[in-house]
């Protein structure tokens, strides 16, 4: 694993985690982020920091048991109690850079409605996102978290966390930020569809479609695309598109 520069790396950490505060997505002194800098050392924020005024010298720098091995402002902060869910997340999957923590109002209220997000209703976010996973309920900063992650982990880059939050992973920070970015535009699309009558499914076909050509976005059909295509996440329903020709 090559080793990334820890100067830029303090500043996008930096930058995502603001912005997430900026919009909304954690509130107080909620979310935690990390990035991989090489195989055994993370860059991740510090617990009990409001991200709207963190600062690249409030990082802390771990390895891969969690444990400070360098504090290069000598800050004497501890890493986040919920650093544990990202360690599993690089444990899982060697590949993945960067781990975004945050609680999306809207997103989140799916889970606490008890609801699915995932629904074929929008182009970009079939293709970014794919099925979303739930895990199931866990108490946050406890080892029950990294377990309950597990098989959503496995399966996609973005994970719901039942009535707590939204847990997203990429190559870089900001990737991991733009699935948490259209988590929770999905979201909240999904939710006024609801409140106006009902968000209608995209035909399965049209899905398909989307899949066959979704190398022109750059983009790779999502590893768990198969389960999109089930129930009623897609519209079955042959005659009404028929019908609208
Ligand atoms: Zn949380």
Known sequence: MNRLDEDQARKDLVAVA????????ICG????????????????????????????????????????????????????TELAMHLAVYRLRPEIRAVVHA?????????????SLTKCILPES??????????PYATPSTEEVPESIEAGVRSSNVVM?????????????????????TLEHHAKTFFMAEMLGGAKPLQKHSVEKL?????????????????LLKGDRVSHDITESKSKK
């Open 29 to 80: 002194t909620e979310g935690n982020f990390s990035i991989r800098l090489e195989d055994d050392l993370l860059l991740t924020t510090p617990r009990g920091i409001c991200k709207g005024s963190l600062e690249e010298s409030d990082l802390v720098v771990t390895n891969l048991n969690g444990e400070v091995v360098s504090q290069r402002a000598k800050n004497g902060k501890l890493p986040s």
């Open 211 to 227: 899949f066959a050509i979704c190398s022109i976005y750059g983009i790779k059909v999502p590893a768990n695309a198969d389960e």
């Open 161 to 181: 966390l039942d009535h707590h939050g939204a847990l997203c992973y990429g190559d870089t920070i900001w990737n991991a930020f733009y699935l948490l970015e």
């Open 126 to 135: 079939i293709l970014m996102l794919g099925e979303i996973p739930v895990a």
């Open 103 to 115: 609680h999306p109002t809207t997103a989140v209220a799916f889970t606490v409605a008890g609801k």
């Open 18 to 25: 603001r912005l997430c505060y900026q919009r909304d997505y």
